[in-house]
């Protein structure tokens, strides 16, 4: 399910973080070689919840699409500015929530961004499916941009439901 | 490394590697548009023997060389890809346009 307009998802999130179980924070440079680092992360967190390998590379994929979507998109033509990723992980009884957050240039127009295929990168060969892997992947995802001050998005999935 | 690239009769073998990311794929289409345009490879094989891991960066590599060996008028072949990749190549829809063996 995607979440667009809800304006108390912030609270809702915020109460879910001082209720978690467990809660991590890390924060990296917006580098390519930095994008299997973060994956791994959340990977070695989400052990915990004992998840199906199938889980875990699900969380994988859209980790590494938001983490993508972070430097290609969130940091083009700011190479001056520090890049910085901020990344929080915590759960919730058997949810895992994933915020990845970038503090560059924004996205205009949300929920164009978020169609399968649409892409603003052609040229570098871009597909197009970075949103809509999280989507397929994610139980919940929520996007929130604001132009020049950079791009959040929030993730979460239900663990060992199957 | 763990990529590889070999020729054999004008067909390209790529290894490719365990993780296949938006990292390891500005190196990976490099190299392999450099063998097509060489005239040295007109076919390219993807072996995802090794690689446990793809996002949509590789579905983009894919689709960008698919695109790339047709206009050379080869194929463009993935194989051994282990059921999450076959997920992934199934979902973006690519599993139809490239053969999968």
Redesign the interface.
Known sequence: MVKQKESNFDTVWNEKKLAADNFCHLEFDALPENEGFARVVVAAFMTQLDPLLEEMDDVKTAVSEAVTNCIIHGYQGLEQKKMRIHMECFRCANELYVLIEDFGVGIENISQAMEPLFTTKPDMERSGMGFAFMEAFMDELFVESQIGNGTKVYMSKRIGEK | MDTMFTVRDGCLLVTMPK?M???KV?MI?KSIDQYLLSGEAQSVVLDFENTG?M???G???I??RHKMVSCFGGKLVATHANP?IQK?LL??GVKDMIEII
């Open positions: 993780e990311d938006h990292y500005d289409r891991f996002d949509s960066s579905i983009g590599l689709v960008g999450r992934i979902m973006s």
